[in-house]
């Protein structure tokens, strides 16, 4: 399964990391680890985690107060947003529908 990122995901998970980098060196580098091998569990495994709404799933990120949203299209995994989880719910579903069209 490939893994593909949508750039709103990424940018989330460069701000989130310049912020852990802010408070402690290399807390950054940990949070991105953190992320990457939660992403590859997801590969592995795409269909473990529950749904939220009708097409995407989330993963509660291990150590970190952040969520993975994202969703399985045929032989890609996509990861939609990586948001903080006490931010608004559900601010990432507009992307499910701008990947659509």
Same mark, same amino acid.
Do not use: C
């Given at each position: 399964m ?17 912020y852990?980098?802010?408070?402690? *060196? ?14 590859r569990q997801?590969s ?5 985690? *529950? ?13 970190w *107060?952040y969520?993975?949203y994202?969703v399985?299209d ?6 939609v947003?990586v ?6 719910p559900e ?6 529908r701008?990947?659509?069209?």
């Amino acid at each position: 399964m490939t893994i593909r990122y949508l750039a709103d995901a990424r940018q989330e998970i460069d701000e989130a990391a310049a912020y852990y980098e802010a408070i402690s *060196p290399r807390l950054g580098q940990r949070f991105r680890l953190s992320v990457r091998d939660g992403v590859r569990q997801l590969s592995r495994h795409p269909l473990w985690w *529950p749904t939220v709404g009708e097409q995407a799933r989330r993963y509660l990120l291990i150590g970190w *107060p952040y969520s993975v949203y994202y969703v399985v299209d045929g032989e890609h995994l996509v990861v939609v947003a990586v948001g903080h989880q006490h931010r608004q719910p559900e601010y990432w579903q507009n992307r499910l529908r701008k990947q659509a069209q």
